[in-house]
């Protein structure tokens, strides 16, 4: 392994690892450890955006605090994958198609061979294992940040998203082929 290779693994697995950690300790800080059972939906369900907060911490759904006339802090729990989809399906079967995607993600970043390339994949595993902590032990997903304006919902989300996103960003800038090195060209 080169000392290019060797560096771009390194800063990538820190990314992952960063991001890993940022939400399993945000996660670990605001919900309920009542919410915890292996593969059920204990707090999952009920009305969503139905209470406020009697403390910071402890939340089990349905929470919300605002923060501005488009912003809210809330807990909402996502059974599906992206947006909701797939909600219906069970939470064994959503975590299997995770498990298949972080393991090709996984194959992807070892043949990966650019810093930006590896980081994005790193950030979008990093986040795609905490999310599927959260299905293991909750049965759902925490989502925690919600924008909103003028009666439209946007989406809601938490840590581990905004880092798969990140990642996909990267991936995509990558296709455009920043973070290559310029190749020379050819003399004839």
């Given at each position: 392994m080169t000392d290019e290779a060797r560096r771009s693994a390194t800063i990538s697995i820190l990314v992952g690892l960063l991001v890993f950690g940022l939400d399993r300790i945000h996660k670990f800080v605001q919900v309920s450890a009542d919410c915890i059972e292996i593969g059920a939906t204990r707090c999952v369900g009920g009305d969503i955006f139905a209470r406020l907060p009697m403390s910071p911490t402890g939340w089990t759904g349905g929470e919300v605090q605002q923060v501005t006339g488009f912003f809210d802090y809330v807990l909402v729990w996502n059974t599906g994958i992206s947006y909701g989809l797939f909600g219906s399906m069970p939470v064994w079967g959503l975590s299997l198609i995770m498990v298949a995607a972080i393991v090709g993600l996984s194959i992807w970043w070892l043949r990966g061979d650019t810093t930006i390339v590896r980081t994005g994949l790193m950030l979008i595993i990093g986040g795609a294992l905490s999310n599927l902590i959260d299905r293991v032990i909750y049965g759902a997903v925490a989502d925690f940040f919600h924008f909103h304006w003028q009666?439209?919902?946007?989406?809601?989300?938490?840590?581990?998203?905004?880092?798969?996103?990140?990642?996909?960003?990267?991936?995509?800038?990558?296709v455009l082929g920043f973070g290559r090195p310029r190749r020379k060209p050819k003399e004839a």
């Amino acid at each position: 392994m080169t000392d290019e290779a060797r560096r771009s693994a390194t800063i990538s697995i820190l990314v992952g690892l960063l991001v890993f950690g940022l939400d399993r300790i945000h996660k670990f800080v605001q919900v309920s450890a009542d919410c915890i059972e292996i593969g059920a939906t204990r707090c999952v369900g009920g009305d969503i955006f139905a209470r406020l907060p009697m403390s910071p911490t402890g939340w089990t759904g349905g929470e919300v605090q605002q923060v501005t006339g488009f912003f809210d802090y809330v807990l909402v729990w996502n059974t599906g994958i992206s947006y909701g989809l797939f909600g219906s399906m069970p939470v064994w079967g959503l975590s299997l198609i995770m498990v298949a995607a972080i393991v090709g993600l996984s194959i992807w970043w070892l043949r990966g061979d650019t810093t930006i390339v590896r980081t994005g994949l790193m950030l979008i595993i990093g986040g795609a294992l905490s999310n599927l902590i959260d299905r293991v032990i909750y049965g759902a997903v925490a989502d925690f940040f919600h924008f909103h304006w003028q009666g439209y919902s946007f989406y809601i989300f938490n840590i581990a998203d905004v880092a798969i996103t990140l990642g996909v960003g990267f991936l995509l800038l990558d296709v455009l082929g920043f973070g290559r090195p310029r190749r020379k060209p050819k003399e004839a």
